[in-house]
């Protein structure tokens, strides 16, 4: 830890002491205890001020709870929990790479999503009980979770949880929207309908197999599967998936059944009404790594090169560069139209791909009437300087299948609709958040 993350612990631990040490004496003992010894963050701050005859109680503490009684809303929270699940992953934030861990938390009451953005300074481990102090929640898909951030630290207990809610067979599992899943999770808990099925015969080690694939939708959005157990499914069943795993298939979070998966077939219409309404910020789509269908909404920030009228390969739709395909060569090519813009809803931000006619009903025009503003106006650009001037800091609401790969995420937009903002209502919105902090 360097000194810029120790001075606001090496200043809580001055308040503390007053005038029995100065902050330069506190620092150094606080890198001997931290680098020497090798203890927790929080034991140095106890010791330092118990060695300089403070009272480390005077120490500020995060609120000890439950899981069952956050509320996604605690600033600084304690808890005594067992680690459940540990999945490593990257992610893009501010345009640069960054490691994260995410997974499941639990004790005698419940269990709870989490994730370090700090994993260099936590670590945890799969199956051990650790003390969590001064961690903070948010509200993620209805529920909270817990979050360990720069001033988190964890120590590792003796001390044994029985986890409520975690199967005999498997740490890890929970139950899960569609819009939760992501890359490792293992043996969670997911229902939805069958929107699609289909058998297929594959060769797995030279010998033919027979495995079911399709796509399972929720309220949240949809997923495809694969059965590659005995497990019999049908077409618009509703059912009840317990014991699945997820892995990531061509930027995407995939379903799937092994042997030991169980499906309950529910009622028709047990699931209640599953359209597509709920809303995911991108920091959420970019810790599931991808999405097939999915709900976003945020405001466009750029327009990037590569909007307005194009030409693209009459054989491999590939976009043409000076007239060339770059598998076929000197081609003539087929006008078309899109728009490649950037959307950001605060969490992150997202590149967004819209085909022809979403970029026909965003700007306005036509592709026929692009054709012949462009070609009177003797400017290859002019849509998509059409597109910023009418698009740029508009806000809007978008549908569409979310793929991650070396860039980060990117979705094709299947459906779109600009969102009017109240200004006022807005303000008032952010005028609450802010005061929150003081």
């Known amino acids: 830890m360097d000194k810029e993350e120790l001075a606001p612990h090496v200043e809580e631990v001055a308040r503390v002491l007053g005038e029995k040490a100065d902050k330069e004496a506190i620092e150094k003992e606080m890198e001997t205890y931290l680098t020497l010894y090798r203890v927790s963050l929080e034991t140095a701050k106890r010791s330092i001020v118990k060695n300089f005859g403070g009272d480390p109680n005077a120490l500020q503490k995060g609120t000890r709870k439950t899981v069952e009684t956050l509320t996604g809303t605690e600033q600084s929270v304690d808890l005594m929990v067992k680690v459940l699940t540990v999945n490593p992953k990257s992610i893009e934030v501010g345009g640069a790479s960054k490691n994260i861990v995410y997974g499941l938390l639990g004790d005698e009451t419940g269990t709870v999503p989490y994730t370090v953005w700090e994993t260099d300074r936590v670590q945890l481990k799969e199956g051990s009980t650790v003390l969590i102090r001064n961690a903070y929640t948010k509200e993620y898909n209805g529920s909270p979770q817990l979050n360990l951030g720069n001033r988190a630290t964890v ?100 379903l ?31 810790r599931a790594g991808g999405a097939m269908d999915t709900l976003v909404r945020g405001t466009l920030v750029d327009v990037r090169e590569g909007s307005g009228l194009i030409m693209r390969c009459p054989d491999c739709r590939r976009v043409l560069q000076k007239s060339t395909c770059r598998v076929h060569g000197k081609v003539k090519g087929v006008d078309d139209l899109r728009i490649k813009a950037i959307l950001d809803d605060g969490t ?32 290859p650009d002019l849509i998509k300087e059409m597109a910023e001037e009418k698009l740029f800091a508009r806000s809007i609401e978008v549908r569409g299948m979310v793929r991650s790969d070396d860039y980060g995420p990117m979705m094709i937009a299947k459906d779109v609709h600009f969102v009017e903002q109240d200004v006022r209502e807005e303000g008032a919105k952010l005028l609450t958040e802010l005061e929150g902090f003081n």
């Open 155 to 254: 120590e590792v207990t003796e001390e044994s949880l029985t986890v409520v809610g975690a199967p005999t067979n498997s740490v890890g599992s929970r139950e899960a929207k569609i819009s939760e899943l992501g890359e490792g999770m293992n043996y969670v808990i997911v229902s939805g309908k069958v929107v699609s099925l289909e058998e297929k015969e594959i060769t797995a080690s030279g010998e033919k197999k027979n495995i079911l694939t399709g796509v399972l939708t929720d309220d949240t959005g949809s997923v495809e599967f694969t059965v590659w157990g005995q497990t019999k499914l049908n077409k618009d069943d509703e059912v009840r998936i317990i014991g699945a795993y997820v892995k990531s298939w061509r930027g995407m979070p995939k």
């Open 348 to 379: 992150s931000s997202l590149n967004v791909i819209f085909a022809k006619e979403l970029t026909e009903q965003m700007i306005g025009v036509t592709m026929d009437e692009a054709i012949k503003l462009t070609t009177e106006e003797r400017n």
């Open 256 to 286: 799937n059944l092994g042997d030991r998966a169980e499906v309950q077939v529910l009622d028709k219409g047990s699931l209640g009404d599953l359209t597509l309404t709920k809303v995911q910020t991108l920091e959420e789509i970019e």
